[in-house]
């Protein structure tokens, strides 16, 4: 059972905005950690995707982008395409337990 | 540009420890702008941090893995390592050496993560 709770599928048509949820507790997102995303596709490293909430790296696509709330956060996904077809995880640090991941998100391109 | 790179072996038997080692480059790892790290990832499953390490030698692991866990450092090799006692099936995974920033606590720079099986 992860640290961070994250839905284990989506789905979108191409063009479609989807979103990914992030949801932890008072010992990590809500005591005021910054959440991060990563991309992963099939047997590669995952690759950072926000840091910071909210910001990406050099090369990141604006149609990613991040937010957080409280004890949750999202990552949006607009415009999709067919090469978002990847796995998805959030991050956070926690007070009590360091280093913590969210379970995955797999998403499908319909 | 960091790079990372792991080294060890892809076949350790079980109640052996697993010894992963992974060498840097494009940085030094007496740097106090990263931490250095270790995660894995089951087959078909999510990434689970196993344990860091800072410049100044200070550990930090999984609570689930400390009691098995050793994570060091060679500053003069430019490399850090994973010990992981007393291995089981549930040890199989691809294990991955990653940077932390120190500051904002991303992972940005990943290894390309090195598959270890436990088997007789």
């Known amino acids: 059972q992860s640290v961070l709770t994250q839905p284990p599928s989506v789905s979108g048509a191409p063009g479609q905005r989807v979103t990914i949820s992030c949801t932890g507790s008072?010992?990590?997102?809500?005591?005021?950690?910054?959440v991060h995303w990563y991309q992963q596709f099939p047997g590669t490293a995952p690759k950072l995707l926000i840091y910071?909430?909210?910001n990406r790296p050099s090369g990141v696509p604006d149609r990613f982008s991040g937010s957080k709330s409280g004890t949750s956060a999202s990552l949006a996904i607009t415009g999709l395409q067919a090469e978002d077809e990847a796995d998805y995880y959030c991050?956070?640090?926690?007070?009590?337990?360091?280093?913590?991941f969210g379970g995955g998100t797999k998403l499908t391109v319909l | 540009q960091l790079q990372l790179q792991e080294s060890g072996p892809g076949l350790v038997k079980p109640s052996e420890t697993l010894s992963l080692t992974c060498t840097v480059s494009?940085?030094?790892?007496?740097?106090?702008?990263?931490?250095w790290g270790w995660i894995r990832q089951p087959p078909g499953k999510g990434l689970e941090w196993i344990g860091s390490?800072?410049?100044?030698?200070?550990?930090y692991y999984n609570p689930s893995l400390k009691s098995r866990v050793t994570i060091s450092a060679d500053t003069s090799k430019n490399q850090f390592s994973l010990k992981l006692s007393s291995v089981t099936a549930a040890d199989t995974a691809v294990y991955y050496c990653?940077?932390?920033?120190?500051?904002?606590?991303?992972?940005?720079?990943w290894g390309q993560g090195t598959l270890v099986t436990v088997s007789s």
């Open positions: 910071g909430n909210s």
């Open positions: 494009g940085g030094s790892i007496s740097s106090s702008s990263y931490y």
């Open positions: 991050q956070s640090y926690d007070t009590n337990l360091s280093w913590v």
């Open positions: 990653a940077a932390p920033s120190y500051d904002i606590l991303s992972f940005d720079y």
């Open positions: 008072s010992s990590n997102i809500g005591a005021g950690y910054d």
């Open positions: 390490i800072y410049y100044s030698g200070s550990t």
